[in-house]
């Protein structure tokens, strides 16, 4: 047996070795799904047949890389380079590019990403008169994105009485006229969205049965990682595509489906033996990743799921820590003990700060913790959210060179037509856009037929119009001759947004132009790997693809040790040896918004078993007892997940239930991650109170309390007569400052002031009234 085979067990050897025919493995979390994906296709070389006929879709282009590699070493790196790999969204981009004519597209096509469309829809909105309180152009967009990847067109729309009536009873009657409207200009601007990526690569597989077949004669072995999440759209294309040869490989858990919120369909996995004729269907049981505790207390939670297969998890590893549970009084302190656990952790085992991970059902929780771990000089890195690559003056430049590439790129051409600022104003865009809309050209065709038509326009901006026109055509001469850098490089420097950052000389500035300086270093990088693999040609148009598909997790250079900040849909996947999981609490996760139904509390529940599955030593749940969300200060109460996992798997760093608990040890918790439990003795829980949640009634009322911030200042001392216990000499502790001691105290009842000086000898006058303050 070849050396690397030994490396798996039995179960995983034996898919592993089937090398023909439609095959589904099914397993639980950590049992070795990629790696039997991963070794499979280097079986399949090793058996003779050529990358070029490998097709493997996965979750990111990160995991398509880290694969690669690994068949790299075992194959030879030659021959690894071949395979295509990588998400769906980026193999059919590269797909869509050949054949982009057929569906009158441009081969040099934009890929729109969800900013430019939502701005699109924005200009449509307006353009229509429409109110924009009811058509929420966010919703709009979501909404379009899910008819695409349901494969509803502008037609099947309009031919669908249910879903026009849908959208009339929602108030919004005009919604098929934006799709219309959105799709025509799309279309007009050469421009694909993201959904368009799938759906035009469908279309084109449907449409052209030539193109289909020299598809299908290519991609002999089609291999799926993450198949539970894969959406109508994406499972047809799997579908076409193995119909010849039905050698299709597809791996996943239905118990880690967390995206149906955006299209994907549990069915895909429930349904695969009814697609294909002889499907093999292979099961994994052992867990490699996490100790004892972790799996069987994430069995535990995952059992309360009605809709499953039936599955087994089980690990030789250690027991390990049980899952520790930490409850604090606000997001603050959370924040705080995160940052300290971690600190200690790193302290007393010798650790980098890359083996900690934190994670969160939504991005606007990630700033408490942030805030946290910079206090601690704890380097962090934060994944998703507004990544590099969308910030504004990174995209403006991109935006110049999309229109490089593309001219009728109409959300590039609008954004920069007056950036920076050249005295084109939104009227003169307006009267442009109008004109176009009518002839269906872009807005740079008619700019570039000015003296043609008949436009209220100045002489003076017209002037200045075609000098826009003419620098464009400029940089266009110079991309026929120049690589993707020194372009970059240009076009910054002509298009004046250097001169303006650099003038503008506040932080904010010099912080852009830093990062107009990083994108051209990463173009540079670009550039020169390309030159080493391949000819250079194209390369501009292939750095833009890269980015406008890269998710964040793919700049991961792996080099960095940092603690990994993410939602934990990112984290799908991925794995890390000690585990965060903040905000665990009813309304956050599960969502307020996904409780309506027993199907999305499932899926809600899936998500928690994906997050706690992700640690390889040890988990921490952490709950805050109120939170600022939409600005406002919220009671909150534990999520109902921490209950679900059996007790016998849990350890409680704080008492678990609030009532009776405003306690000052709380602080020492936080502040050094452990607690003194002999502290805690004199406020027993009342035990066998009834969790609050399980009671509709009551979860009603506590939906009314959260209404009004009931907690005004939730660690101040109001509540509790810190005045009176003070005195010279008293030694407290203070939120933000840390440890002090009393040196003065003046003032009377509201007015009282205490002069104290903290640990690293500044002194400071505080009014009790509001003083963070505790006594040690
Ligand atoms: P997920 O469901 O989270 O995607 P998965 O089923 O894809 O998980 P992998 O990521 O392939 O699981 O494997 C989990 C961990 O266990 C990895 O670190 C992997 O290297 C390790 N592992 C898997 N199989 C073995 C094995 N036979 N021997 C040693 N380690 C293994
Ligand atoms: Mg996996």
Same mark, same amino acid.
């Given at each position: 047996?070849?050396?690397?085979?030994?490396?798996?067990?039995?179960?995983?050897?034996?898919?592993?070795?089937?090398?023909?025919?439609?095959?589904?493995?099914?397993?639980?979390?950590?049992?070795?799904?990629?790696?039997?994906?991963?070794?499979?296709?280097?079986?399949?070389?090793?058996?003779? *047949?050529? +990358?070029?006929?490998?097709?493997?879709l996965?979750?990111?282009?990160? +995991?398509?890389?880290?694969?690669?590699?690994?068949?790299?070493?075992?194959?030879?790196?030659?021959?690894?380079?071949?395979?295509?790999?990588?998400?769906?969204?980026?193999?059919?981009?590269?797909?869509?590019?050949?054949?982009?004519?057929?569906?009158?597209?441009?081969?040099?096509?934009?890929?729109?990403?969800?900013?430019?469309?939502?701005? !699109?829809?924005? $200009?449509?909105?307006?353009?229509?008169?429409?109110?924009?309180?009811?058509?929420?152009?966010?919703?709009?967009?979501?909404?379009?994105?899910?008819?695409?990847?349901?494969?509803?067109?502008?037609? $099947?729309?309009?031919?669908?009485?249910?879903?026009?009536?849908?959208?009339?009873?929602?108030?919004?009657?005009?919604?098929?006229?934006?799709? %219309?409207?959105?799709?025509?200009?799309?279309f007009?601007?050469?421009?694909?969205d993201?959904?368009?990526?799938?759906?035009?690569? &469908?279309?084109?597989?449907?449409?052209?049965?030539?193109?289909?077949?020299?598809?299908?004669?290519?991609?002999?072995?089609?291999?799926?990682?993450?198949? %539970?999440?894969?959406?109508?759209?994406?499972?047809?294309?799997?579908?076409?595509?193995?119909?010849?040869?039905?050698?299709?490989?597809?791996?996943?858990?239905?118990?880690?489906?967390?995206?149906?919120?955006?299209?994907?369909?549990?069915?895909?996995?429930?349904?695969?033996?009814?697609?294909?004729?002889?499907?093999?269907?292979y099961?994994?049981?052992?867990?490699?990743?996490? /100790?004892? &505790?972790?799996?069987?207390?994430?069995n535990?939670?995952?059992?309360?799921?009605? /809709?499953?297969?039936?599955?087994?998890?089980?690990?030789?590893?250690?027991?390990?820590?049980?899952?520790? *549970?930490?409850?604090?009084? /606000?997001?603050?302190?959370?924040?705080?003990?995160?940052?300290?656990?971690?600190?200690?952790?790193?302290?007393?085992l010798?650790?980098?700060?890359?083996?900690?991970?934190?994670?969160?059902?939504?991005?606007?929780?990630?700033?408490?913790?942030?805030?946290?771990?910079?206090?601690?000089?704890?380097?962090?890195r934060?994944?998703?959210?507004?990544?590099?690559?969308?910030?504004?003056?990174?995209?403006?430049?991109?935006?110049?060179?999309?229109?490089?590439?593309?001219?009728?790129?109409?959300?590039?051409?609008v954004?920069?037509? #007056?950036?920076?600022?050249r005295? @084109?104003?939104?009227?003169?865009?307006?009267?442009?856009?109008?004109?176009?809309?009518?002839?269906?050209?872009?807005?740079?065709?008619?700019?570039?037929?000015?003296?043609?038509?008949?436009l209220?326009? #100045?002489?003076?901006?017209?002037?200045?119009?075609?000098?826009?026109?003419?620098?464009?055509?400029?940089?266009?001469?110079?991309?026929? &001759?120049?690589?993707?850098?020194?372009?970059?490089?240009?076009?910054?420097?002509?298009?004046?947004?250097?001169?303006?950052?650099?003038?503008?000389?506040?932080?904010?500035?010099?912080?852009?132009?830093?990062?107009?300086?990083?994108?051209?270093?990463? @173009?540079?990088?670009?550039?020169?790997?390309? %030159?080493?693999?391949?000819?250079?040609?194209?390369?501009?148009?292939?750095?833009?693809?890269?980015?406008?598909?890269?998710?964040?997790?793919?700049?991961?250079?792996g080099?960095?040790?940092?603690?990994?900040?993410?939602? @934990?849909?990112?984290?799908?996947?991925?794995?890390?040896?000690?585990?965060?999981?903040?905000?665990?609490?009813e309304?956050?996760?599960?969502?307020?918004?996904?409780?309506?139904?027993?199907?999305?509390?499932?899926?809600?529940?899936?998500?928690?078993?994906?997050? !706690?599955?992700?640690?390889?030593?040890? +988990?921490?749940?952490?709950?805050?007892?109120?939170?600022?969300?939409?600005?406002?200060?919220?009671?909150?109460?534990?999520?109902?997940? @921490?209950?679900?996992?059996?007790?016998?798997?849990?350890?409680?760093?704080t008492?678990?239930?609030?009532?009776?608990?405003?306690?000052?040890?709380?602080?020492? $918790?936080?502040?050094?991650?452990?607690?003194?439990?002999?502290?805690?003795?004199?406020?027993?829980?009342?035990?066998?109170?009834?969790?609050?949640?399980?009671?509709?009634?009551?979860?009603?009322?506590?939906?009314?309390?959260?209404?009004?911030?009931?907690i005004?200042?939730?660690?101040?001392? #109001?509540?509790?007569?810190?005045?009176?216990?003070?005195?010279?000499?008293t030694?407290?502790?203070?939120?933000?400052?840390?440890?002090?001691?009393?040196?003065?105290?003046?003032? *009377?009842? #509201?007015?009282?002031? +205490?002069?104290?000086?903290?640990?690293?000898g500044? *002194?400071?006058?505080?009014?009790?009234?509001?003083?963070?303050?505790?006594?040690?």
């Amino acid at each position: 047996m070849e050396k690397y085979l030994a490396e798996l067990n039995d179960a995983q050897r034996a898919p592993v070795l089937q090398v023909e025919g439609p095959l589904m493995v099914i397993a639980g979390a950590g049992s070795g799904k990629t790696r039997v994906l991963t070794y499979r296709i280097a079986y399949i070389m090793s058996k003779g *047949v050529d +990358a070029f006929n490998i097709l493997a879709l996965t979750f990111t282009n990160k +995991a398509a890389r880290e694969m690669k590699g690994r068949i790299a070493s075992i194959v030879g790196n030659s021959e690894a380079k071949n395979l295509w790999m990588g998400t769906f969204h980026s193999v059919f981009a590269k797909i869509l590019r050949f054949e982009a004519d057929k569906l009158g597209y441009p081969s040099n096509f934009t890929i729109y990403d969800t900013q430019d469309s939502q701005r !699109l829809i924005n $200009a449509i909105i307006k353009e229509k008169g429409l109110d924009k309180d009811v058509y929420k152009y966010k919703q709009i967009q979501s909404r379009i994105s899910s008819f695409k990847n349901s494969l509803i067109t502008v037609r $099947a729309y309009f031919n669908n009485p249910e879903l026009i009536e849908a959208d009339a009873m929602a108030k919004r009657p005009r919604m098929g006229d934006i799709y %219309q409207e959105y799709c025509d200009r799309c279309f007009k601007a050469g421009a694909m969205d993201f959904d368009d990526l799938l759906l035009k690569t &469908n279309e084109l597989l449907t449409r052209f049965p030539e193109v289909l077949q020299k598809y299908q004669n290519r991609f002999r072995y089609i291999l799926v990682d993450e198949y %539970q999440d894969t959406n109508h759209s994406q499972y047809l294309i799997v579908r076409a595509l193995s119909d010849k040869f039905q050698n299709i490989c597809v791996v996943g858990d239905d118990a880690q489906s967390i995206y149906a919120f955006r299209g994907a369909n549990i069915n895909n996995i429930m349904n695969y033996q009814k697609d294909y004729d002889n499907v093999q269907v292979y099961r994994l049981e052992q867990n490699y990743r996490s /100790t004892k &505790n972790i799996v069987e207390a994430a069995n535990s939670v995952i059992e309360k799921n009605k /809709t499953r297969l039936d599955k087994v998890v089980w690990t030789a590893n250690d027991d390990g820590g049980k899952i520790k *549970v930490h409850r604090s009084l /606000t997001d603050a302190e959370e924040g705080r003990f995160v940052a300290s656990n971690i600190f200690e952790t790193e302290m007393n085992l010798q650790l980098g700060h890359g083996n900690f991970a934190v994670l969160y059902r939504t991005n606007s929780q990630s700033r408490a913790i942030e805030d946290a771990l910079r206090k601690r000089d704890i380097p962090y890195r934060i994944y998703g959210g507004l990544s590099f690559y969308q910030r504004k003056e990174i995209k403006d430049i991109l935006s110049y060179l999309r229109l490089v590439l593309n001219p009728k790129d109409e959300e590039a051409l609008v954004r920069i037509i #007056n950036f920076p600022a050249r005295g @084109i104003g939104q009227t003169t865009v307006d009267k442009l856009t109008v004109v176009a809309n009518h002839y269906k050209r872009s807005i740079f065709e008619v700019m570039e037929n000015l003296d043609r038509i008949d436009l209220k326009i #100045n002489s003076g901006t017209r002037r200045k119009l075609d000098d826009f026109v003419t620098m464009i055509k400029s940089f266009q001469i110079m991309n026929e &001759n120049s690589d993707a850098f020194t372009l970059s490089e240009h076009v910054a420097k002509k298009s004046g947004i250097l001169q303006l950052f650099k003038k503008d000389g506040t932080p904010e500035g010099i912080a852009r132009m830093e990062n107009v300086e990083e994108l051209l270093n990463g @173009i540079k990088d670009f550039v020169e790997g390309q %030159q080493e693999v391949a000819d250079a040609t194209g390369a501009l148009s292939e750095f833009l693809e890269d980015i406008a598909l890269a998710t964040d997790l793919d700049k991961d250079t792996g080099d960095d040790d940092r603690v990994a900040m993410m939602t @934990i849909h990112l984290a799908k996947g991925l794995e890390f040896p000690y585990v965060y999981i903040v905000g665990m609490e009813e309304d956050l996760f599960p969502s307020a918004m996904s409780m309506n139904t027993r199907s999305e509390l499932e899926e809600e529940r899936r998500l928690f078993y994906v997050a !706690l599955t992700r640690a390889e030593k040890q +988990a921490y749940l952490t709950f805050a007892e109120s939170r600022y969300r939409w600005g406002k200060l919220v009671d909150s109460e534990p999520s109902r997940f @921490i209950e679900e996992i059996e007790d016998k798997y849990v350890e409680h760093l704080t008492p678990p239930m609030r009532s009776g608990y405003r306690y000052k040890p709380m602080l020492d $918790a936080d502040i050094f991650g452990e607690v003194d439990k002999s502290k805690f003795r004199q406020n027993k829980p009342v035990a066998g109170t009834p969790p609050s949640h399980h009671n509709p009634s009551e979860e009603k009322l506590r939906k009314l309390r959260k209404l009004k911030p009931d907690i005004a200042n939730p660690v101040g001392n #109001n509540d509790t007569n810190i005045a009176d216990e003070l005195g010279v000499g008293t030694k407290v502790e203070h939120t933000r400052f840390g440890r002090g001691e009393v040196l003065k105290l003046e003032g *009377v009842g #509201n007015d009282r002031k +205490a002069e104290i000086r903290f640990q690293n000898g500044e *002194v400071k006058k505080l009014l009790l009234r509001f003083a963070k303050l505790d006594v040690l």
